[in-house]
């Protein structure tokens, strides 16, 4: 069924926090060697890729986005020896390797960097944004930095202002600049000819700043509860046309070899998100959609997101969907952990290439850090309004000993308190565990290539019920969830129910027929087969 089919179409992808997957060495830190004793895990839990959160040397202001050699791994990881083990072993279980990539910006520490900042003249000066400040004084616009304040820091020793679009130790590299890109392609080569499987770029809706760096305008939506980020519309430091070039070099140098991925991580509702395509197609492979990340969880809201979603889609492009990831708030806590099996069902049924994010397939929460233990620069500057980012990156519950298996220390976050019952130690002997709905649900998607790449057509979609149809060659399925708390009757009026339940997400109908109605419970979800 997958001959000609592109791996990132067919396949599923698993976003690994190395910090918080495994850790080998006893410091309390997740490495890759660690993760090479995983992999066992993940190849039975039947993804296909794994994508890695950075692993690059940096002084780790924002663990680890913050570069400061692109061709190195940090030592807290491990080595290039056990990058390429790595690389190895994962290829030796049939998965991918997708390294996350970082060209917005380096560290403040990067050689680039030290030496951009060293003089006026030094021939690295227009590798990074280097304005003077208005003649009135301060900054050279108005923007602000993602992470607070604003976002142009004034060094003294050359009276210039170079702008960070996060942390004042993450300068934004000029893109305009062609031995930027030069510099960043040939970085992009060294990893695909050590046998990556793709990228996943950061931020790239943010990588070209307007040229005449005009101020951004006021957001007419801003209330005071909202991060301070948001006072602005970011129209001139974010998203600008000439970004759709950049990507497309990109894409060029990964095209220079077989069979890869390149991935942007892009905040943008759906009709500019799907512009990162590129122009035929000649942009990015999948530009993340977060669209369920942020919806109000209702099945008209979910209906509507799809079919605006779908509907955006240039013609021949790949579509994709996320859950979740290390800078939101966990799926079972944002939904509740009823809800979370729902919302499993929903990912792993859509049309599109799903990204599950670690530890969501034994149900993490998102965990209360005390606020002696806060770790996360964005929440650091910005204190007590919920935009802490460690709550989603604790390390992984392997199983019921101290510190989950994860560590044979006490790690860098705390694990959730619960790990003893929720671990996948626990959750591999329990049929109607999180984990073995995830099993069955990535089974059941790789037997189904009607799941794997056949078409959406919404069925109906009433109060809390949404039911959907996906076919390939004449073979069908029908999805039904229930997004309430509430049992729902489904009866035939509305649409074929007579058929046999592949899944429920209580894990205890499979192989029951239905002659024409269906009861699901609260915040039940089923996979249905018609007859024929
Ligand atoms: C991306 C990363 C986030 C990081 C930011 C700055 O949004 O996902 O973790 O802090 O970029 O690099």
Redesign the pocket.
């Known amino acids: 069924m997958r001959e000609n089919i592109p791996w990132w179409k067919s396949g599923i992808l698993y976003q690994i926090y190395p910090r918080s997957f495994q850790d080998s060495d006893g410091d309390g830190v997740g490495d890759l060697r660690g993760i090479i004793q995983r992999l066992p895990y993940l190849h039975e839990l039947g993804v296909d890729a794994l994508w890695l959160?950075p692993i690059f040397p940096s002084p780790m202001e924002?663990?680890g986005?913050?570069i400061s050699d692109y061709i190195g791994i940090d030592p807290l990881f491990g080595t290039l020896d056990d990058f390429d083990a790595l690389v190895a072993a994962a290829h030796d279980f049939g998965l991918k390797v997708i390294l996350?990539f970082?060209p917005?910006?380096t560290s403040d520490q990067h050689p680039w960097f030290v030496e951009s900042r060293s003089s006026k003249d030094n021939p690295k000066r227009d590798w990074y944004i280097w304005r003077d400040g208005r003649d009135e004084g301060g900054p050279p616009n108005n923007w602000l930095s993602?992470?607070g304040g604003s976002s142009w820091e004034f060094d003294e020793r050359t009276e210039q202002y170079y702008y960070h679009?996060?942390l004042r130790a993450?300068p934004d590299l000029n893109w305009r600049n062609p031995e930027v890109r030069q510099a960043i392609h040939d970085v992009m080569r060294f990893w695909l000819r050590r046998g990556v499987d793709g990228f996943r770029v950061?931020?790239m809706w943010h990588l070209i700043k307007d040229d005449l760096l005009r101020d951004n305008p006021p957001n007419p939506d801003f209330t005071p509860d909202r991060q301070p980020y948001e006072r602005l519309l970011p129209l001139y430091s974010t998203d600008r046309p000439e970004v759709h070039a950049v990507v497309a070099e990109m894409r060029q140098v990964i095209d220079a070899f077989d069979d890869r991925v390149l991935i942007g991580?892009i905040y943008l509702p759906p009709d500019k998100l799907v512009a990162y395509y590129g122009r035929d197609l000649a942009g990015a492979h999948l530009p993340f959609n977060f669209a369920l990340i942020s919806t109000s969880w209702t099945a008209q809201a979910i209906a509507e997101l799809i079919d605006g979603y779908e509907k955006a889609l240039p013609p021949g492009a790949w579509p994709n969907w996320v859950l979740g990831?290390?800078?939101r708030r966990r799926i079972a806590s944002r939904v509740g952990a009823d809800q979370a099996r729902v919302a499993a069902m929903l990912l792993l049924t859509l049309r599109g290439t799903p990204t599950l994010y670690y530890g969501d397939e034994v149900g993490m929460p998102q965990v209360e850090i005390p606020a002696d233990r806060v770790r996360d620069p964005?929440e650091q500057n910005l204190p007590g309004i919920g935009v802490g980012?460690d709550g989603c990156r604790t390390p992984m519950p392997w199983d019921a000993t101290p510190h989950g298996g994860f560590s044979a220390v006490d790690p860098w976050l705390p694990l959730d308190t619960n790990f003893a019952r929720n671990n996948v130690a626990t959750e591999r002997e329990d049929a109607a565990s999180m984990l073995s709905l995830y099993r069955a649900l990535i089974d059941l998607r790789r037997k189904r290539p009607e799941l794997t790449l056949g078409s959406y057509r919404l069925v109906s979609v009433a109060g809390d019920l949404l039911v959907f149809k996906r076919g390939y060659r004449g073979q069908r399925v029908l999805v039904a969830l229930n997004l309430g708390g509430a049992s729902i009757a489904l009866t035939a009026a509305t649409m074929s129910l007579r058929g046999r339940v592949l899944l429920s997400t209580f894990m205890d109908r499979q192989a029951e027929t239905t002659d024409g109605t269906l009861e699901l419970r609260g915040a039940e979800g089923i996979i249905l087969e018609p007859p024929e």
């Open positions: 959160s924002d663990f986005y913050d996350d970082v917005n910006h993602e992470f679009a996060f993450q950061d931020v991580e990831n290390h800078d964005f980012r």
